[in-house]
């Protein structure tokens, strides 16, 4: 059984950093694409970031220069560094891993992040 396990979010001050993680167990990892997603109150989810096994990244123009995807293969995780937060960037955050040769996708479960002003 596929299983992702956000962590990390909290209540942070705008200009504050916060650190989130996905666990995958369940599945192999290292060849699939890891990406976060979040969900603002009362919005549609949208991309935040992505990282294919390669290592090659795209962000989404609101956060680029202050976040930053990273994954570690080994531990199965897939982080989010997120820098200067600000208070719109308050949302649930999901992690989404995509296999990569037929598309199948699985979600975590999301972590809040709230950031006041």
């Known amino acids: 059984q596929v299983q992702l396990v956000e962590s990390g979010g909290g209540l942070v001050q705008a200009g504050g950093s916060l650190r989130l993680s996905c666990a995958v167990s369940?599945?192999?990892?290292?060849?699939?694409?890891m990406s976060w997603y979040r969900q603002p109150p009362g919005k549609q989810r949208e991309l935040v970031a992505a990282i294919a096994s390669g290592g090659n990244t795209n962000y989404a123009d609101s956060v680029k220069g202050r976040f930053t995807i990273s994954r570690d293969d080994a531990k199965k995780t897939v982080y989010l560094q997120m820098n200067s937060l600000k208070p719109e960037d308050t949302a649930v955050y999901y992690c989404k891993m995509t296999r990569t040769w037929d598309n199948i996708y699985y979600w975590g479960k999301g972590t809040l992040v709230t950031v006041s002003s």
């Open positions: 369940g599945s192999i990892f290292n060849t699939h694409v």
